[in-house]
């Protein structure tokens, strides 16, 4: 299936603020989840020496600034999103693993099944992101489930916790779902899963309920 190059964006170029465009129906639910091991090895476990140091000096920035605002300005975030690219599909397989904390409802799945997901006709937005001290990687990923008569679902919403604060959840949500616009498509639910980790996830998702 061939992939989908949608951009690649500064954060200074796209709007601020989570506010969905659809009616949304909501479904939550409590759950426990067991730890899942990890299967095999991608580009960003063997690059995590130079993501750590390059944090170090996000942190240094952080200190610096005047301002939250001046901090991200500074940064000079850049966010490139594929949709439905089966050449990192082990990649996203291992986020639907390993990620806790900005995870809508823990559910895994394997490359298999994420490839079946695509060819059942249905949307996977990889995240990737990069700002001037270097590249961040495959941080994340939202699956778009469809329905019928143009309807789709948001199956879950998943970003690496070394993404977070940075206001990069927010645009990514906003671009999958001005996309979504373009294509005619309506959002009419989100599946949430409660769990004793994925806070950061329930905060967003508490912005984004109508």
């Known amino acids: 299936m061939p992939v989908s190059k949608v951009c690649i964006i500064s954060h200074k170029s796209f709007p601020s603020g989570c506010k969905t465009i659809f009616p949304l129906k909501i479904i939550t639910f409590s759950s426990k989840v067991s730890s899942i091991k990890k299967k095999f090895i991608t580009n960003e476990d063997l690059s995590k020496t130079k993501q750590y140091q390059a944090e170090g000096l996000r942190e240094n920035e952080k200190e610096q600034a005047a301002s939250f605002e001046e901090y991200i300005n500074k940064l000079n975030i850049k966010i490139d999103v594929l949709i439905?690219?089966?050449?990192?599909?082990?990649?996203?397989?291992?986020l639907t693993e390993k990620t806790n904390q900005f995870n809508f409802n823990k559910k895994a799945f394997t490359v298999s099944q994420l490839k079946q997901f695509i060819n059942a006709g249905n949307l996977v937005y990889e995240l990737k992101v990069s700002d001037k001290f270097g590249d961040y990687g495959i941080v994340g990923l939202i699956l778009?489930?469809?329905?019928g008569n143009n309807d789709a679902v948001l199956m879950n919403y998943i970003i690496s916790c070394r993404a977070l604060g940075r206001n990069i959840e927010h645009q990514f949500f906003d671009f999958v779902l001005n996309d979504l616009q373009q294509k005619?498509?309506?959002?009419?639910e989100i599946v949430f899963v409660e769990n004793e980790k994925n806070i950061p996830a329930r905060l967003f998702f508490d912005q984004i309920r109508l």
């Open 144 to 147: 778009i489930e469809m329905k």
């Open 184 to 188: 005619k498509i309506k959002l009419t």
């Open 84 to 94: 439905n690219n089966e050449i990192n599909l082990e990649r996203l397989s291992q």
